[in-house]
């Protein structure tokens, strides 16, 4: 059993049973997991315990999932700096349904020319291929981009 398994048990957990479980507690459903054709069409019992799960670590748990399952992205876009463009692209991501909930405006990155700047995103998303149909919309709109830090 994986660090990662027992993560990924312990969000579904709380997804979709809303149950919280300490990672020890969701072990039987990560190895379930793990090993689902041997378990495929049988019927299977858990016992799902230990609910005592620090709250910073629960978060990362949580915050960790939404990044490998898609639904949280980080994307970096190139742009020029004049006015009104930040706000234009603000717009197309909105427009194709991502939920912005960062941004960083590096204005003095090392990267690209003069006149341009990076933005930086945190989105929202539904999912992997809609965090690519983001960055298609952008592509189209004009503003080069790229997925940062993809499992």
């Known amino acids: 059993m994986t ?6 048990a312990v969000l579904l957990l709380l997804e979709i049973e809303k149950t919280v479980a300490e990672g020890a507690g969701a072990a039987g459903l ?3 997991l793990q090993n689902r054709d041997r ?3 049988k019927k299977v019992g858990l016992i799902i315990s230990g609910g005592n799960i620090d709250m910073p670590v629960l978060a990362r748990i949580i915050g960790r999932g939404l990044v490998r399952n898609g639904r949280r992205c980080r994307i970096a876009v190139e742009l020029r700096d004049v006015p009104g463009t930040l706000t234009a692209l603000v717009a197309c991501i909105e427009k194709a349904g991502g ?3 960062d941004a960083r ?3 003095f990155s ?3 020319t003069v006149e341009n700047v990076t933005v930086e995103f945190m989105l929202q998303t539904r999912g992997r291929e809609h965090a690519e149909e983001i960055l298609a919309a952008l592509e189209a709109a004009g503003y080069p981009a790229r997925l940062c830090d993809t499992p």
Request: zero cysteines; a negative charge; charged letters at 35%.
């Open 3 to 8: 660090e990662e398994s027992i993560e990924e």
């Open 30 to 32: 990560a190895a379930l």
């Open 39 to 41: 378990f495929n069409g």
């Open 99 to 101: 939920g912005i909930e």
């Open 105 to 107: 405006h590096h204005r």
């Open 110 to 112: 090392a990267r690209g």
